[in-house]
Every structure is written in structure tokens, then in C-alpha cells.
């Protein structure tokens, strides 16, 4: 029987919905941890991003226009910010600000700790950002985000409208707030993610994952580290041995969920879920509870590996 066939409120262990490809996933994995649904009744989940000093997590909503909070002592799920402007992406920086991706207006948002709100790039050269999607924040401080145009390609995540800029990965500077693209050439740039020690910046492309080598600032030698065919990815994040967890879907069941990967690029297990997984993000106390949105619900599972991101 295939892992969500059965009524999961009691599941003999080890969890079916968590498989061993290559042993070594054996070490990364809780042999008596079970895969949760933490919530249900989204349309269309992203952007997960923990907060620890809060014990909480957001994640966005996309068509339903909001941010949601769920709290990890009542474990129940509030609207956080309504509307969000479609927000999609989300991520902290180094002084624990939201840095948010919004569709609806086009830009990269932080908000401060007073709660007002600072738009970091809305545009380029006189010209609209198409509809950032993924964020991630350096150990310098830049914040990196992918601008593949999705949330203008209809009106359910956003407003229809017309690309007027190359669908790039952007890096903000953060000594001058200038921003300007560093990786060109992709299809539609998605995830991002660097490696723990920061050599290395993997971005989800359409069907495949692209790693390219960091020169200083300047990703280079891009190149797919892993083909994910018949399904692909979205978001992405490492853990501290540098293993790569990368969100999978539209491949169906047996291949929806989470697919970890080692640094060269072998699968090494894979987490099921009943749905297309959208995003990740390693939180809880100890950075080893890996959160999963994926279609319609939230979902979790304790892990043995440990998230890199920071903060």
C-alpha cells in the first residue's frame, strides 16, 4: 500500500511515506518520526520561513492573497498579513527581518521591526520587475531573489501583464540597496539556496536544478546538478552537511514531496506526501524539523540533518 492510502493517525514504523534510496539517508532520517499534516485549506502554498525566537512559522497563500502564521505551542494556523499582495517567497535577514517576494506589486518587500514596510527593487532601468518568486539572504547581508514571471502568467496568483525584463536571478546589494542580475540565461529561474559554506548556489530551473560556483559575489560555470524528470522542483534548501532538499512535484504519487540529494548529486531518499510540495525550510529549536508546504496543506517531519540557513 502506497503511504497516504492509510489512515495515518497510526502508522507502524518506519514511516512508509519516508524512503531510503542510498543508505546514508538512513543518518538524516528519525526512524520513529512519522510525516504530519499540520494544516489543510490553503489554495496554493509557499514560502515557508521559521521564526524561532517567535516559535512560529509564516508561509504564503498565494491566491488566497495572505500570509499565514502557524504557532508551534497552540498549533494553530492565523492570518498574519491580509492582503499580502500576493506574496510568494520569504525569508529573514541577518537581524531577523520578513523579506518577502510579492506578485501583485511586483517587488521585494522588507518588513522592519516596527512592522512598516521598505520596498528594496520594484524595478530596473525604468522597467518592472516581472514577479519575484524566491528569496534568499547572504552571509554579506545581499539579498538574492529569482524573477521568473510566473505570477504574471494569469490572474490567479496575480495581475496577467506583460514581461518587460529578462526573467533573471537578482542580487541587492546590501552597502548601496543597488540591484542588478547575476544569472541570465535560464528558463525560469525558481529556488534558490546556497551551499552551507556559501560556495556554491543551486537554482531551480524548469525540470532540472542548476548549481553554479560562487567567484566572490558572481555565480559562474552554471551546470544541472540534478535532472528531475518526469516531475521538477521549486523551492530549495541544504542542511549542514551540504545535502540539498529540493521540493518535488507534477510527477505524481512516488515522486511528490521532498527528494534530499548528497553534494554530487545522488538521491538519497525521498519524503511522500499526497500532494505537490511547493517549499521547505528546516525550523523548530534545533533547525531538525523540516516544514513542507505543499498544494493545499502543511506538512512536517523531525530529521536528524540540520538546517544551514541563517538566521
Given at each position: 500500500?502506497?503511504?497516504?492510502?492509510?489512515?495515518?493517525?497510526?502508522?507502524?514504523?518506519?514511516?512508509?511515506?519516508?524512503?531510503?534510496?542510498?543508505?546514508?539517508?538512513?543518518?538524516?532520517?528519525?526512524?520513529?518520526?512519522?510525516?504530519?499534516?499540520?494544516?489543510?485549506?490553503?489554495?496554493?502554498?509557499?514560502?515557508?520561513?521559521?521564526?524561532?525566537?517567535?516559535?512560529?512559522?509564516?508561509?504564503?497563500?498565494?491566491?488566497?492573497?495572505?500570509?499565514?502564521?502557524?504557532?508551534?505551542?497552540?498549533?494553530?494556523?492565523?492570518?498574519?498579513?491580509?492582503?499580502?499582495?500576493?506574496?510568494?517567497?520569504?525569508?529573514?535577514?541577518?537581524?531577523?527581518?520578513?523579506v518577502?517576494?510579492?506578485h501583485?506589486?511586483?517587488?521585494?518587500?522588507?518588513?522592519?521591526?516596527?512592522?512598516?514596510?521598505?520596498?528594496?527593487?520594484?524595478?530596473?532601468d525604468?522597467?518592472?520587475?516581472?514577479?519575484?518568486?524566491?528569496?534568499?539572504?547572504?552571509?554579506?547581508?545581499?539579498?538574492?531573489?529569482?524573477?521568473?514571471?510566473?505570477?504574471i502568467?494569469?490572474?490567479?496568483e496575480?495581475?496577467?501583464?506583460?514581461?518587460?525584463?529578462?526573467?533573471?536571478?537578482?542580487?541587492?546589494?546590501?552597502?548601496?540597496?543597488?540591484?542588478?542580475?547575476?544569472?541570465?540565461?535560464?528558463?525560469?529561474?525558481?529556488?534558490l539556496?546556497?551551499?552551507?559554506?556559501?560556495?556554491?548556489?543551486?537554482v531551480v530551473?524548469?525540470?532540472?536544478?542548476?548549481?553554479?560556483?560562487?567567484?566572490?559575489?558572481?555565480p559562474?560555470?552554471?551546470?544541472?546538478?540534478?535532472?528531475?524528470?518526469?516531475?521538477?522542483?521549486?523551492?530549495?534548501?541544504?542542511?549542514?552537511?551540504?545535502?540539498?532538499?529540493?521540493?518535488?512535484?507534477?510527477?505524481?504519487?512516488?515522486?511528490?514531496?521532498?527528494?534530499?540529494?548528497?553534494?554530487?548529486g545522488?538521491?538519497?531518499?525521498?519524503?511522500?506526501?499526497?500532494?505537490?510540495c511547493?517549499?521547505?525550510?528546516?525550523?523548530?529549536?534545533?533547525?531538525?524539523?523540516?516544514?513542507?508546504?505543499?498544494?493545499?496543506?502543511?506538512y512536517?517531519?523531525?530529521?536528524?540533518?540540520?538546517?544551514a540557513?541563517?538566521?
Amino acid at each position: 500500500m502506497y503511504a497516504w492510502d492509510a489512515d495515518r493517525t497510526i502508522v507502524r514504523f518506519p514511516d512508509p511515506a519516508i524512503e531510503i534510496v542510498d543508505p546514508r539517508f538512513a543518518g538524516l532520517v528519525v526512524g520513529h518520526e512519522v510525516v504530519e499534516r499540520l494544516w489543510t485549506g490553503g489554495r496554493w502554498l509557499e514560502g515557508p520561513v521559521w521564526f524561532g525566537d517567535g516559535h512560529y512559522l509564516l508561509f504564503s497563500d498565494i491566491p488566497n492573497n495572505r500570509i499565514l502564521r502557524w504557532d508551534e505551542r497552540t498549533g494553530r494556523v492565523e492570518p498574519f498579513r491580509e492582503p499580502s499582495d500576493n506574496a510568494n517567497g520569504n525569508t529573514r535577514d541577518l537581524v531577523g527581518r520578513l523579506v518577502t517576494c510579492e506578485h501583485l506589486t511586483r517587488r521585494v518587500t522588507r518588513t522592519n521591526h516596527d512592522g512598516t514596510i521598505t520596498v528594496l527593487m520594484d524595478s530596473y532601468d525604468g522597467r518592472p520587475l516581472n514577479a519575484p518568486n524566491d528569496v534568499i539572504v547572504s552571509r554579506d547581508g545581499a539579498v538574492w531573489f529569482s524573477d521568473p514571471g510566473w505570477g504574471i502568467t494569469g490572474n490567479y496568483e496575480g495581475d496577467r501583464a506583460e514581461e518587460e525584463i529578462g526573467r533573471y536571478v537578482w542580487r541587492i546589494d546590501p552597502s548601496t540597496g543597488a540591484g542588478s542580475p547575476v544569472v541570465e540565461g535560464m528558463s525560469r529561474p525558481n529556488g534558490l539556496c546556497f551551499s552551507p559554506d556559501e560556495t556554491r548556489l543551486y537554482v531551480v530551473d524548469v525540470g532540472h536544478i542548476r548549481v553554479f560556483d560562487m567567484d566572490g559575489t558572481r555565480p559562474v560555470d552554471g551546470r544541472v546538478f540534478v535532472d528531475m524528470a518526469p516531475g521538477g522542483s521549486d523551492g530549495i534548501r541544504c542542511d549542514r552537511d551540504g545535502n540539498l532538499w529540493a521540493a518535488a512535484g507534477d510527477g505524481g504519487a512516488g515522486f511528490d514531496g521532498v527528494h534530499c540529494y548528497a553534494p554530487d548529486g545522488t538521491l538519497l531518499g525521498r519524503i511522500h506526501l499526497p500532494e505537490t510540495c511547493s517549499n521547505l525550510v528546516f525550523g523548530g529549536v534545533k533547525k531538525n524539523r523540516l516544514f513542507m508546504t505543499a498544494s493545499r496543506s502543511l506538512y512536517s517531519v523531525y530529521v536528524e540533518a540540520l538546517g544551514a540557513q541563517h538566521p
